[in-house]
């Protein structure tokens, strides 16, 4: 992979925590990606589930492989998911996928 690069990750939240669950990536997640380099911005994708559940998707998009290094480490397939984020989190998923963008319109 030489190309862009989208990292795919996902939790669930509650109706309830979902707002802080936002703030904390727009206030705290938000700024330490934009001060990497290679870090070309995010998706962030909401769906109701059943009852009171929300699933929130996260794909941030970077210049390369080594872009998502220089954020996730040299494990790149587990997720980043700081304890603030884990106490408004009902669970997440533990690994992510990564996608070679090969078209964009």
């Known amino acids: 992979m030489g190309g862009e690069v989208v990292r795919s990750w996902g939790g669930w939240t509650t ?18 990606l934009r001060a990497l380099p290679g870090f070309l911005g995010w998706d962030v994708l909401r769906r109701r589930e059943e009852g009171e559940v929300v699933r929130v998707v996260v794909h941030s ?39 070679e963008v090969v078209r964009r319109d």
């Open 61 to 99: 998009r970077w210049a390369d492989m080594e872009s998502v290094r220089a954020f996730a480490g040299d494990d790149l397939e587990v997720a980043v998911v700081p304890p603030a984020a884990q106490a408004v989190l009902t669970r997440y998923d533990q690994h992510v996928e990564h996608f």
């Open 15 to 32: 109706i309830a925590d979902e707002g802080a669950y936002l703030e904390h990536l727009d206030r705290d997640t938000l700024p330490k």
